[in-house]
């Protein structure tokens, strides 16, 4: 993993959950993330789903995107 630049934002202690993390702008989120202190969370499952959200956060980074077949098939 790179280091931290001087000069760079300083996340401590921010937890931050991120849709889309495993994708490729979501991969380098998190890695960002780690980098500035923050404490990143991958969500992964159904943001209209309200019980999905337990646990405490600061921040929302939303990067995931629903695929058109998908869509098609579950609006």
């Given at each position: 993993m790179p280091e931290p630049r001087?000069?760079?934002?300083?996340?401590?202690?921010?937890?931050?959950?991120?849709?889309?993390?495993?994708?490729?702008?979501?991969?380098?989120t998190m890695t960002a993330l780690k980098l500035a202190g923050a404490d990143p969370i991958s969500f992964q499952g159904d943001v209209r789903d309200a019980a999905s959200w337990s646990e405490r956060f600061d921040v929302v980074i939303h990067l995931a995107a629903a695929l058109p077949s998908?869509?098609?098939?579950?609006?």
């Open positions: 001087e000069g760079a934002a300083d996340l401590s202690d921010l937890r931050v959950i991120v849709t889309g993390a495993r994708g490729f702008i979501g991969t380098h998908v869509f098609r098939s579950h609006p």
